[in-house]
């Protein structure tokens, strides 16, 4: 089959939390569609809609995150996102307070896990990567861990973008936002996305990191 010919669904990653910090947890998450049409203008969306709320313009899309947005904006995007046809999914790794040390081989490991329930539903994937990373050689380092472990009949492309271009990413800051949310302050957003929650895997990070490594 020639790539023109191969169907692919598209995946944005991002996460929220800190690996390295002696935090308690650590999320990523994923929003995959079949077609970009519907999530491409999302945010725009929201934003608009809620600066004729306030009466006075919203920031340019780009600036949106989760971090920065008020209650109300993320509350919308997501409701619009869960109207989509859209799938989400989500990894907490409980930390423990321990410090996990901020590798490509680690972070690779994640996002391997995270992609784990959605790649026998979506062999052939298009998979933009928020930029964790910036040297040429930690990149190819977290791409090859993961194309190693990708399924054989599958097609896996990664690219690793500044989320401000990608409104798929975009989308995954959100939700991996409000999964954090949820936890570090019992933040009911997260719940708007259950229509369209494939996965909410929630793993201890030594019992997953032992499970990937002895399945090499």
């Known amino acids: 089959m020639s790539a023109a010919t191969i169907r692919f669904a598209y995946l944005g990653l991002d996460e929220c939390g800190s ?4 935090t308690p947890w650590f999320t990523m998450a994923g929003v995959l569609v ?4 519907p999530t491409q203008h999302l945010i725009r969306r929201a934003a608009t809609h809620a600066g004729k709320r306030l009466k006075r313009p919203r920031r340019a899309v780009g600036e949106f995150k989760w971090s920065n ?3 109300r904006l993320r509350r919308d995007v997501l409701q619009r996102l869960a109207q989509c046809a859209a799938e989400v999914y989500t990894l907490t790794v409980l ?6 040390e901020d590798t490509p081989e680690n972070y690779a490991l994640l996002v ?3 992609l784990q329930p959605c790649w026998m539903r979506h062999p052939s994937l298009a998979l933009a990567v928020d930029r964790h990373f910036t040297s040429p050689e930690q990149i190819a380092v977290v791409d090859t861990w993961v194309y190693r472990r990708w399924p054989a009949p599958g097609v896996l492309s990664i690219g690793h973008v500044d989320s401000q271009r990608n409104p798929l ?6 939700v991996a936002g409000s999964v954090y949310a949820g936890r570090k302050m019992g933040d009911t957003a997260c ?3 259950e229509p369209i929650v494939v996965a909410a895997q929630v793993e201890e990070w030594t019992a997953l990191k ?6 090499q």
């Not at 990413?169 to 959100?174: E, H, S, T, W, Y």
């Open 19 to 22: 690996l390295s910090d002696a």
């Open 34 to 37: 079949e077609g970009l049409e």
């Open 69 to 71: 947005s008020s209650r």
């Open 95 to 100: 930390k423990g307070g321990r410090r996990i």
């Open 112 to 114: 391997s896990a995270l």
């Open 169 to 174: 990413v975009q989308l995954a800051d959100f």
């Open 191 to 193: 719940g708007l996305l």
């Open 210 to 215: 032992r499970r990937w490594l002895e399945s």
